[in-house]
């Protein structure tokens, strides 16, 4: 990362933080509802601090860096719009949504080993590796230089610290998922670059640390934030305790496929999380996944009419009539998997079997443009659901059989009013299956969730139905790995060609 010669590397020199993704200036008043920053922030006091710690909501939110809008001469890096980018990667690469014309996203959607996805140059691995480096080294500032900070009290200094160890937490996690293997395949596998502090003009690269450390910090950054935050927040794009004990409830969820003793702790930080936060009507269900005023959604990124996302949005893909591209459609066998009687199924669209185009059959209303005048819709990070299913795994996995039963139903009879319960007979290992089903048939389009549980459980992912891109990779296959950015491995000195990935 924090790439030796500084190219994300935002100096902490005179207690100064410059931020390259923002729009205008805000002058001393944080702006948090757009995300707008000024460029250059005096870090010490603490709108100063709030302001930083906005700016890094607003790279998950709209990132430029690299791409369209970021530096020229990487004009072909298709690396902007931030995590909303990085968790539809994952997504198109598992078996229930694709790319259907063969526009944006079809060669993820196909592991084509090219420019567009995993491999060393490509637009893909930028993008993840970059936007969450400079969300850590942003929090590392936050975290450095609060203590100093005036105008802040004790708490609100330890408030504005915790949450920036939540992003740094955050952004830790979703780089160990991408660039290693489950840890429970090998806790002391190479993960990723280990910084605790703000880069400067001196600062050097540091080697890829193992797995089993970086969720040492990863566990230390969520357990103090999940102390230190409240329930109070200035906007659901900011990370409170409910949040961090989501992440810290997702964390578990992945350590426990090691450690079955950490199961009661995702279940804790789960039930926790979703504290105030009641699963959305079906109603709501229907009406197109786009706004952050859902009582549901815990954590996520408003979008104005005037910053619409447009032509790079996930509605611009998913939203099939006012959308842009319009391209991205639905396994059968996945439309398949719902019942009759299940609300969500009335939100596939059949466009009719299409010899000449077979994978486009089903489309989806789930996600929806708010306006018909532009593209334009909030991006969801968290909501309640996961934290129900979550809760669910855990129970299943310790063998309580009927308390997870009852945990998966308050989704399955809420959704479809002629769900049939499950008995307890269906045994642990059906349980779980069923469970990991309901998280595919609840959460599509939403974070990679079928990708990442493939991942977790080491299943191979296995392609079917009218699939365009049939394809069997199995859990070993070195593909589930995104590679380095070349550009790191050439800045770095600790990171050399022997350590990329396969």
């Known amino acids: 990362m924090i790439m030796k010669l500084s190219r994300i590397i935002l100096p902490a020199i005179l207690a100064l933080l410059v931020f390259s993704a923002c729009k205008k200036d805000f002058l001393n008043t944080p702006s948090p509802e757009d995300g707008n920053l000024t460029d250059n922030i005096i870090f010490s006091s603490k709108a100063g601090a709030e302001s930083a710690m906005t700016g890094i909501y607003w790279i998950f939110r709209s990132e430029n860096y690299n791409g369209y809008g970021g530096d020229p001469n990487n004009s072909g890096n298709l690396t902007c719009r931030g995590l909303q ?3 539809f990667f994952f997504e198109v690469r598992g078996n229930d949504v694709f790319e259907a014309l063969r526009s944006w996203w079809r060669w993820e959607t196909a592991w084509e080993e090219n420019a567009n996805g995993r491999i060393q140059n490509g637009s893909r691995t930028r993008q993840i ?6 969300a850590i080294n942003n929090a590392n500032a936050i975290i450095k230089y609060t203590p100093a900070i005036t105008g802040a009290s004790d708490a609100e200094k330890a408030a504005l610290i915790a949450e920036a160890k939540a992003i740094r937490a955050y952004s830790y996690f979703w780089l160990a998922r991408s660039y290693q293997y489950t840890y429970a395949k090998n806790p002391n596998a190479r993960g990723v670059p280990l910084y605790t502090e703000p880069a400067s003009k001196d600062s050097k690269g540091n080697p890829r640390a193992p797995l089993k450390d970086v969720y040492q910090l990863i566990l230390s950054d969520l357990e103090e934030a999940t102390t230190k935050l409240t329930d109070e927040r200035s906007g659901k794009f900011r990370i409170n305790r409910n949040v961090a004990q989501g992440i810290l409830a997702e964390v578990y969820q992945e350590l426990a496929m090691a450690d079955g003793t950490l ?6 930080n789960a039930k926790a999380a979703r504290n105030g936060f009641p699963l959305m009507t079906n109603t709501s269900y229907a009406a197109g996944f786009n706004d952050l005023g859902n009582a549901e959604w815990m954590w996520g990124f408003p979008v104005p009419e005037d910053q619409s996302l447009t032509y790079y949005s996930q509605y611009s893909f998913m939203d099939l009539s006012g959308g842009y591209y319009r ?4 396994n059968a066998d996945f439309v398949g998997k719902y019942s009759a009687t299940d609300t969500r199924r009335a939100l596939f669209t059949d466009f009719g079997d299409n010899p000449a185009a077979p994978a486009r059959k089903w489309g989806s209303r789930k996600y929806r443009s708010r306006l018909t005048t532009s593209i334009t819709g909030d991006i969801l990070v968290m909501r309640a659901a996961e934290m129900y299913l979550i809760e669910a795994e855990g129970l299943a996995q310790q063998g309580k059989l009927q308390e997870a039963i009852d945990v998966l139903f308050a989704i399955q009879g809420l959704r479809d009013p002629s769900a049939v319960k499950p008995q307890a007979s269906i045994g642990k290992d059906n349980l779980i299956n069923l ?6 048939k609840e959460m599509y389009g939403e974070a990679g ?5 493939l991942k977790r459980y080491q299943r191979d992912l296995v392609r079917t139905g009218n699939h365009p891109y049939i394809l069997n990779v199995p859990a070993a296959d070195p593909r589930w790995l995104v590679q380095i950015p070349l550009s790191e491995i050439d800045a770095n000195d600790k990171i050399n060609p022997e350590d990329q990935n396969p």
């Open 449 to 453: 969730v079928y990708y990442f549980d």
């Open 435 to 440: 469970i990991l089903l309901e998280r595919r």
């Open 129 to 134: 590796w970059d936007m969450f480096y400079k």
């Open 327 to 330: 391209n991205i459609y639905y």
């Open 263 to 268: 199961w009661q702790k995702a279940i804790d």
């Open 85 to 87: 980018t990085t968790m």
